[in-house]
Protein backbone atom coordinates (compact mmCIF):
# COMPACT_ATOMS: atom_id res chain seq x y z
CA UNK A 1 0.00 0.00 0.00
CA UNK A 2 0.95 3.13 -1.01
CA UNK A 3 1.42 7.06 0.22
CA UNK A 4 -0.11 9.79 -2.50
CA UNK A 5 2.16 12.39 -1.97
CA UNK A 6 1.19 15.76 -3.60
CA UNK A 7 3.69 18.73 -4.23
CA UNK A 8 6.24 16.25 -3.78
CA UNK A 9 9.05 18.49 -5.50
CA UNK A 10 8.52 20.70 -3.17
CA UNK A 11 10.48 22.05 -0.23
CA UNK A 12 8.73 20.33 2.55
CA UNK A 13 7.09 17.55 -0.07
CA UNK A 14 10.27 16.31 -1.26
CA UNK A 15 11.71 16.13 2.03
CA UNK A 16 9.19 13.82 3.52
CA UNK A 17 9.12 12.00 0.67
CA UNK A 18 12.39 10.90 1.02
CA UNK A 19 12.64 10.15 4.65
CA UNK A 20 9.33 8.03 4.18
CA UNK A 21 11.05 6.21 1.49
CA UNK A 22 14.25 5.73 3.51
CA UNK A 23 11.92 4.20 6.32
CA UNK A 24 10.46 1.84 4.17
CA UNK A 25 6.97 3.36 3.11
CA UNK A 26 6.02 3.50 -0.60
CA UNK A 27 5.32 6.95 -1.34
CA UNK A 28 3.86 8.04 -4.99
CA UNK A 29 4.41 11.76 -5.92
CA UNK A 30 1.34 13.72 -7.60
CA UNK A 31 3.00 17.48 -8.48
CA UNK A 32 2.46 20.03 -11.33
CA UNK A 33 5.84 21.59 -10.87
CA UNK A 34 4.46 25.14 -11.26
CA UNK A 35 5.98 26.25 -8.51
CA UNK A 36 9.23 23.56 -8.81
CA UNK A 37 11.02 21.73 -10.84
CA UNK A 38 11.77 17.58 -11.75
CA UNK A 39 15.12 17.92 -10.33
CA UNK A 40 13.89 18.64 -6.86
CA UNK A 41 12.01 15.53 -6.91
CA UNK A 42 13.68 12.89 -4.68
CA UNK A 43 15.73 9.81 -6.56
CA UNK A 44 13.75 5.95 -7.15
CA UNK A 45 9.81 7.53 -6.35
CA UNK A 46 7.26 6.74 -9.05
CA UNK A 47 6.11 10.38 -10.13
CA UNK A 48 3.01 12.10 -12.22
CA UNK A 49 2.83 15.14 -13.26
CA UNK A 50 -0.35 16.99 -13.32
CA UNK A 51 -3.22 19.22 -11.25
CA UNK A 52 -4.62 18.20 -8.33
CA UNK A 53 -7.94 18.86 -9.91
CA UNK A 54 -7.42 16.86 -13.31
CA UNK A 55 -9.62 13.89 -12.00
CA UNK A 56 -8.81 11.67 -15.51
CA UNK A 57 -5.45 11.89 -13.95
CA UNK A 58 -6.60 11.05 -10.27
CA UNK A 59 -8.45 8.16 -12.19
CA UNK A 60 -5.48 6.72 -13.82
CA UNK A 61 -3.35 6.95 -10.38
CA UNK A 62 -6.06 5.36 -8.25
CA UNK A 63 -6.14 2.52 -11.03
CA UNK A 64 -2.36 1.97 -11.12
CA UNK A 65 -1.51 2.30 -7.36
CA UNK A 66 -2.69 0.80 -4.10
CA UNK A 67 -3.09 3.90 -1.71
CA UNK A 68 -3.80 3.84 1.76
CA UNK A 69 -3.16 7.12 2.79
CA UNK A 70 -2.81 10.62 1.14
CA UNK A 71 -0.41 13.24 2.22
CA UNK A 72 -1.49 16.84 0.96
CA UNK A 73 1.37 19.69 0.30
CA UNK A 74 0.73 21.38 -3.11
CA UNK A 75 -0.02 24.34 -2.01
CA UNK A 76 0.79 28.25 -3.01
CA UNK A 77 2.13 29.56 0.81
CA UNK A 78 2.93 32.88 0.69
CA UNK A 79 1.53 35.19 2.95
CA UNK A 80 2.22 38.91 1.37
CA UNK A 81 1.01 37.22 -2.30
CA UNK A 82 -1.74 35.65 -0.86
CA UNK A 83 -2.92 39.38 0.32
CA UNK A 84 -3.11 40.62 -3.21
CA UNK A 85 -4.08 37.53 -5.00
CA UNK A 86 -6.75 35.99 -2.44
CA UNK A 87 -8.91 34.56 -5.37
CA UNK A 88 -5.56 32.17 -6.73
CA UNK A 89 -5.37 31.14 -2.95
CA UNK A 90 -9.13 30.39 -2.60
CA UNK A 91 -9.05 28.58 -5.81
CA UNK A 92 -5.82 27.08 -5.51
CA UNK A 93 -5.71 25.54 -1.67
CA UNK A 94 -9.44 25.50 -1.43
CA UNK A 95 -10.98 24.66 -4.21
CA UNK A 96 -8.80 22.40 -5.95
CA UNK A 97 -7.70 20.49 -2.73
CA UNK A 98 -11.41 19.67 -2.01
CA UNK A 99 -12.18 18.64 -5.49
CA UNK A 100 -8.92 16.29 -5.06
CA UNK A 101 -9.89 15.15 -1.46
CA UNK A 102 -13.60 14.20 -2.50
CA UNK A 103 -12.00 12.24 -5.10
CA UNK A 104 -10.25 9.62 -3.33
CA UNK A 105 -12.86 10.01 -0.49
CA UNK A 106 -15.36 8.58 -2.50
CA UNK A 107 -13.09 5.46 -3.77
CA UNK A 108 -12.62 4.89 0.27
CA UNK A 109 -9.27 6.08 1.26
CA UNK A 110 -9.50 6.76 5.09
CA UNK A 111 -6.28 8.43 5.74
CA UNK A 112 -5.74 11.84 5.45
CA UNK A 113 -2.57 14.25 6.30
CA UNK A 114 -2.68 18.26 6.04
CA UNK A 115 0.04 20.21 5.00
CA UNK A 116 -1.58 23.35 7.61
CA UNK A 117 -0.27 26.43 9.09
CA UNK A 118 0.77 28.81 11.92
CA UNK A 119 -1.04 31.14 9.99
CA UNK A 120 -4.75 29.57 10.88
CA UNK A 121 -4.28 31.50 14.63
CA UNK A 122 -3.68 35.00 13.32
CA UNK A 123 -2.76 37.38 16.17
CA UNK A 124 -2.46 35.62 19.39
CA UNK A 125 -4.26 35.91 22.25
CA UNK A 126 -1.96 34.10 24.43
CA UNK A 127 1.60 32.77 24.13
CA UNK A 128 2.62 29.78 23.24
CA UNK A 129 -0.21 28.78 20.85
CA UNK A 130 -1.86 25.64 21.31
CA UNK A 131 -4.38 23.80 18.81
CA UNK A 132 -7.13 25.32 20.63
CA UNK A 133 -6.31 28.60 20.37
CA UNK A 134 -9.18 30.85 18.32
CA UNK A 135 -8.84 30.74 14.46
CA UNK A 136 -8.45 34.27 13.36
CA UNK A 137 -6.63 34.38 10.36
CA UNK A 138 -4.89 37.90 8.94
CA UNK A 139 -4.35 36.66 5.91
CA UNK A 140 -6.10 34.57 2.40
CA UNK A 141 -3.55 31.83 2.97
CA UNK A 142 -4.31 31.48 6.81
CA UNK A 143 -8.26 31.44 5.77
CA UNK A 144 -7.54 29.09 2.17
CA UNK A 145 -5.62 26.22 4.93
CA UNK A 146 -8.58 27.08 7.54
CA UNK A 147 -11.22 26.40 5.10
CA UNK A 148 -10.04 22.90 4.26
CA UNK A 149 -9.28 21.69 8.05
CA UNK A 150 -13.28 22.36 8.18
CA UNK A 151 -13.71 20.67 5.05
CA UNK A 152 -12.16 17.26 6.79
CA UNK A 153 -14.60 18.20 9.71
CA UNK A 154 -17.12 17.87 8.37
CA UNK A 155 -16.18 15.30 5.89
CA UNK A 156 -15.08 13.36 9.36
CA UNK A 157 -19.02 13.77 10.62
CA UNK A 158 -20.67 11.79 8.34
CA UNK A 159 -17.99 9.10 7.58
CA UNK A 160 -15.27 7.24 9.18
CA UNK A 161 -12.32 8.85 7.28
CA UNK A 162 -9.60 10.70 9.48
CA UNK A 163 -7.24 13.28 9.02
CA UNK A 164 -4.11 14.73 11.00
CA UNK A 165 -3.57 18.27 10.05
CA UNK A 166 -0.15 19.43 10.89
CA UNK A 167 0.17 23.42 11.29
CA UNK A 168 3.63 24.29 10.85
CA UNK A 169 5.54 27.35 11.78
CA UNK A 170 8.20 28.13 10.25
CA UNK A 171 9.89 25.66 8.54
CA UNK A 172 13.35 26.38 7.79
CA UNK A 173 16.83 24.40 7.23
CA UNK A 174 17.84 21.72 4.94
CA UNK A 175 18.28 17.93 4.56
CA UNK A 176 20.57 16.77 2.24
CA UNK A 177 19.95 18.26 -1.10
CA UNK A 178 16.58 18.88 -0.01
CA UNK A 179 16.26 22.88 0.74
CA UNK A 180 14.37 26.40 0.40
CA UNK A 181 14.68 27.15 -2.92
CA UNK A 182 11.42 29.08 -3.91
CA UNK A 183 11.17 30.83 -7.16
CA UNK A 184 10.71 33.66 -6.35
CA UNK A 185 11.89 33.36 -2.70
CA UNK A 186 10.09 35.55 -0.35
CA UNK A 187 10.96 33.40 3.14
CA UNK A 188 13.23 34.75 5.64
CA UNK A 189 16.36 32.63 6.03
CA UNK A 190 16.81 32.18 2.55
CA UNK A 191 16.52 35.92 1.33
CA UNK A 192 19.23 36.45 4.29
CA UNK A 193 21.95 33.48 2.84
CA UNK A 194 21.36 35.42 -0.12
CA UNK A 195 22.67 38.55 1.10
CA UNK A 196 25.41 36.51 2.99
CA UNK A 197 26.24 34.60 -0.94
CA UNK A 198 26.71 38.22 -2.70
CA UNK A 199 23.36 37.81 -4.71
CA UNK A 200 21.41 40.43 -2.94
CA UNK A 201 22.84 43.62 -1.11
CA UNK A 202 21.09 43.76 1.53
CA UNK A 203 17.57 42.06 3.43
CA UNK A 204 14.83 44.36 3.79
CA UNK A 205 12.96 43.82 7.10
CA UNK A 206 9.19 43.87 6.99
CA UNK A 207 8.56 46.68 9.72
CA UNK A 208 10.29 47.53 13.23
CA UNK A 209 7.17 49.25 14.85
CA UNK A 210 5.24 46.23 16.04
CA UNK A 211 4.81 45.06 19.67
CA UNK A 212 7.46 43.07 20.32
CA UNK A 213 10.79 43.07 22.29
CA UNK A 214 12.92 44.88 19.04
CA UNK A 215 9.85 45.69 17.09
CA UNK A 216 10.52 43.32 14.38
CA UNK A 217 8.06 40.28 14.04
CA UNK A 218 8.98 36.96 16.41
CA UNK A 219 8.17 33.59 14.57
CA UNK A 220 8.84 30.28 15.66
CA UNK A 221 11.37 28.66 13.25
CA UNK A 222 11.65 24.48 12.87
CA UNK A 223 14.01 22.25 10.78
CA UNK A 224 12.31 20.71 8.01
CA UNK A 225 13.34 17.33 8.89
CA UNK A 226 11.82 17.57 12.24
CA UNK A 227 8.54 18.32 10.06
CA UNK A 228 8.83 15.64 7.92
CA UNK A 229 9.45 12.89 10.73
CA UNK A 230 6.16 14.36 12.06
CA UNK A 231 4.15 12.94 9.05
CA UNK A 232 5.62 9.38 9.59
CA UNK A 233 4.12 9.75 13.25
CA UNK A 234 0.75 10.70 11.75
CA UNK A 235 0.62 8.26 9.50
CA UNK A 236 1.60 5.64 12.11
CA UNK A 237 -1.17 7.50 14.24
CA UNK A 238 -4.28 7.65 11.64
CA UNK A 239 -2.90 3.79 10.96
CA UNK A 240 -4.01 2.74 14.69
CA UNK A 241 -6.46 5.12 15.90
CA UNK A 242 -10.03 6.02 14.67
CA UNK A 243 -9.82 10.12 15.17
CA UNK A 244 -8.62 12.63 13.66
CA UNK A 245 -5.87 15.34 15.20
CA UNK A 246 -4.64 18.70 14.85
CA UNK A 247 -0.91 19.31 15.95
CA UNK A 248 1.40 22.45 16.04
CA UNK A 249 4.71 21.38 14.97
CA UNK A 250 7.15 24.08 16.06
CA UNK A 251 10.27 24.86 18.78
CA UNK A 252 8.31 26.43 21.58
CA UNK A 253 10.76 29.40 20.84
CA UNK A 254 10.31 32.82 19.42
CA UNK A 255 12.65 34.71 17.34
CA UNK A 256 12.56 38.35 15.87
CA UNK A 257 13.76 39.04 13.07
CA UNK A 258 16.59 40.81 13.91
CA UNK A 259 17.61 37.27 16.19
CA UNK A 260 17.77 35.19 12.85
CA UNK A 261 20.13 38.28 10.87
CA UNK A 262 22.11 37.72 14.07
CA UNK A 263 22.63 34.04 14.13
CA UNK A 264 22.92 34.41 10.27
CA UNK A 265 25.92 36.92 10.35
CA UNK A 266 26.93 34.65 12.90
CA UNK A 267 26.67 31.24 10.80
CA UNK A 268 28.35 32.54 8.05
CA UNK A 269 30.77 35.78 8.53
CA UNK A 270 29.17 37.95 6.72
CA UNK A 271 28.26 41.43 7.51
CA UNK A 272 24.62 41.44 6.20
CA UNK A 273 23.32 44.57 5.39
CA UNK A 274 19.88 45.53 6.80
CA UNK A 275 16.78 48.06 5.65
CA UNK A 276 13.77 48.58 7.63
CA UNK A 277 10.71 49.03 5.16
CA UNK A 278 6.74 49.08 5.65
CA UNK A 279 4.86 46.48 7.36
CA UNK A 280 4.43 43.51 4.65
CA UNK A 281 0.60 43.11 4.64
CA UNK A 282 -0.89 40.13 6.50
CA UNK A 283 2.13 39.09 8.99
CA UNK A 284 0.96 38.73 12.61
CA UNK A 285 3.49 39.82 14.80
CA UNK A 286 4.47 36.99 16.76
CA UNK A 287 3.90 32.87 16.37
CA UNK A 288 5.15 30.35 18.82
CA UNK A 289 3.77 27.17 18.94
CA UNK A 290 3.21 24.92 21.77
CA UNK A 291 3.78 21.64 20.96
CA UNK A 292 2.62 19.56 23.51
CA UNK A 293 0.54 17.72 21.21
CA UNK A 294 2.82 16.69 18.48
CA UNK A 295 5.07 15.31 21.70
CA UNK A 296 2.53 13.65 24.10
CA UNK A 297 0.39 12.25 21.16
CA UNK A 298 2.53 11.39 18.57
CA UNK A 299 5.45 10.79 20.22
CA UNK A 300 7.64 13.66 18.25
CA UNK A 301 10.89 14.95 19.38
CA UNK A 302 13.28 17.28 17.60
CA UNK A 303 16.64 16.89 16.52
CA UNK A 304 17.53 20.54 15.52
CA UNK A 305 17.32 22.35 19.05
CA UNK A 306 18.68 25.45 17.94
CA UNK A 307 18.27 28.33 15.73
CA UNK A 308 21.89 28.12 14.90
CA UNK A 309 22.10 24.54 14.08
CA UNK A 310 19.00 24.76 12.13
CA UNK A 311 20.85 27.81 9.86
CA UNK A 312 24.09 25.78 9.43
CA UNK A 313 22.36 23.06 7.51
CA UNK A 314 20.69 25.76 5.49
CA UNK A 315 23.89 27.96 4.88
CA UNK A 316 25.58 24.31 3.50
CA UNK A 317 22.44 23.89 1.49
CA UNK A 318 23.24 27.18 -0.46
CA UNK A 319 26.50 27.77 -0.38
CA UNK A 320 26.72 23.97 -2.12
CA UNK A 321 24.00 25.48 -4.89
CA UNK A 322 25.56 28.53 -5.24
CA UNK A 323 28.75 27.01 -5.97
CA UNK A 324 27.48 24.36 -8.32
CA UNK A 325 25.91 27.29 -10.18
CA UNK A 326 29.08 29.13 -10.98
N1 LIG B 1 10.50 39.00 6.26
C1 LIG B 1 11.27 40.16 6.14
N2 LIG B 1 12.00 40.34 5.00
C2 LIG B 1 12.00 39.44 3.98
C3 LIG B 1 11.23 38.25 4.13
C4 LIG B 1 10.49 38.06 5.29
O1 LIG B 1 11.28 41.02 7.02
O2 LIG B 1 12.67 39.69 2.97
C5 LIG B 1 9.69 38.80 7.49
C6 LIG B 1 8.22 38.53 7.25
O3 LIG B 1 7.47 39.73 7.04
C7 LIG B 1 7.83 37.80 8.55
C8 LIG B 1 9.11 37.00 8.88
O4 LIG B 1 10.18 37.66 8.15
O5 LIG B 1 7.62 38.74 9.58
C9 LIG B 1 9.02 35.56 8.42
O6 LIG B 1 8.55 35.60 7.08
P1 LIG B 1 8.55 34.34 6.11
O7 LIG B 1 8.00 34.84 4.79
O8 LIG B 1 9.91 33.72 6.10
O9 LIG B 1 7.57 33.29 6.78
P2 LIG B 1 6.01 33.44 7.25
O10 LIG B 1 6.07 33.77 8.71
O11 LIG B 1 5.37 34.48 6.40
O12 LIG B 1 5.46 32.08 6.97
Redesign the pocket.
Known amino acids: MSILLTGGAGYIGSTVASILKDEGEEVIILDNLTRSKKEYLPNGIKFYEGDIDDISLLEKIYNEEKIDAIMHFAAFIE?GESVIEPYRYYENNFSKAIKFFNYFIEKGIKKIIFSSTAAVYGEPQYIPIDENHIKNPTNPYGMSKLFVERFLESVERSSDVYHVALRYF?ASGAYHNFGENHKPE???IP?ILEVALGLRDK????GDDYDTVDGT?I?DYIHVYDIAKAHLLAYRYLSNNKQSLKVNLGSGEGYS?LDIIESCRKVTGAEIPVEIRER?DG?PSTLIASSNTAEAVLGWRREYLTVDAIIESAWKYHKEKFESSK
Open positions: VNTHLIIFINCRIRD
